[in-house]
């Protein structure tokens, strides 16, 4: 079984950048996409940005500019640079990983929390 675990979460003001990464236990065969979701309090959860093998982002509009996710496939690590950060980003935040044959993997998630 894939365990997927993040870290860089935490506390942080209004304005200031934090770098998530999520790193898987073992080699994952065939990754497709990876990506992060994250859910604030009393709302649905949000899909913040994935990228897939091939390099290619897409952000949800809310952090277009402001995030940037990146991968090291050979390490199977994903990272999400988050900069101006608003208190609005604020919530958990979950990786995940999907493999060509539709498996899938998550994190349990790390919490980040702005201040403003």
């Known amino acids: 079984q894939v365990q997927l675990v993040e870290s860089g979460g935490g506390l942080m003001q209004a304005g200031g950048s934090l770098r998530l990464s999520c790193a898987a236990s073992?080699?994952?065969?065939?990754?497709?996409?990876m990506g992060w979701y994250r859910q604030a309090p009393g709302k649905q959860r949000e899909l913040v940005a994935f990228i897939t093998n091939g390099g290619t982002t897409t952000y949800a509009d809310s952090v277009k500019g402001r995030f940037t996710i990146s991968r090291d496939n050979a390490k199977n690590t994903v990272f999400l640079r988050m900069n101006s950060l608003k208190p609005e980003d604020t919530g958990i935040y979950s990786c995940f990983v999907s493999t060509i044959y539709g498996s899938d993997f998550w994190g349990r998630g790390t919490q980040v929390t702005v201040s403003s």
């Open positions: 073992r080699s994952v065969f065939s990754i497709n996409h």
